[in-house]
């Protein structure tokens, strides 16, 4: 079953908040992050401030849109390299849980962005693409690609995640 398309309306509203552990594993990587789409949990909070969406998921990709404010210009009066930092790590991390059985968590041990082109105030709506390149017992690597409005390359990276059994406790 494929996701909504980008670009399209959410079925609902966005919330934003963060679930304890014990929801977030007890169902698989991609049907959390399906249910996120379809508005059954919450975005987390650096969504909102950081102007992204999650609009894809499939097994081992997923993508997000995004249009950084005005509150993301650098000094040189483009979006600073944090904001694309962000995109990107979100896109990789979230192909990573996209590949994640119920009762398992991540996190990022490290990533790697490369910028190929600033990304403009008048950028319109960016649109990162993540997918997974390895995903072992313990370690995953994925990448990810920023393109602009028009479809140029941004910036992409690699990143590689750390993958762990939850406790019972916490998954209970």
Not at 89 to 108: E, F, K
């Amino acid at each position: 079953m494929s996701s909504p398309t980008l670009g399209q309306p959410a079925p609902t509203s966005p919330r934003y908040g963060v679930l304890p552990l014990r929801e977030v594993a007890s169902v698989s990587g991609l049907d959390f992050l399906r249910g996120m789409i379809a508005g059954r949990y919450p975005a987390p909070p650096i969504a909102e401030i950081s102007g992204m969406r999650l609009g894809r998921a499939d097994e081992g990709e997923v993508e997000f849109e995004g249009q950084p404010s005005p509150a993301f210009l650098n000094p040189l009066g483009t979006i600073h390299g944090g904001w694309t930092s962000i995109m990107l790590d979100t896109v990789m991390a979230c192909a990573v849980h996209s590949m994640l059985r119920a009762g398992q968590g991540y996190t990022t041990a490290e990533f790697k962005v490369h910028f190929v082109r600033p990304v403009l105030p008048d950028a319109g709506l960016v649109r990162a693409v993540g997918s997974v390149i390895h995903a072992g017992g313990r370690l995953a690597t994925s990448e990810g690609k920023l393109y602009d409005a028009r479809g140029r390359l941004l910036a992409h990276g690699t990143e590689t995640c750390f993958v762990f059994d939850v406790p019972a406790a916490a998954a209970a």
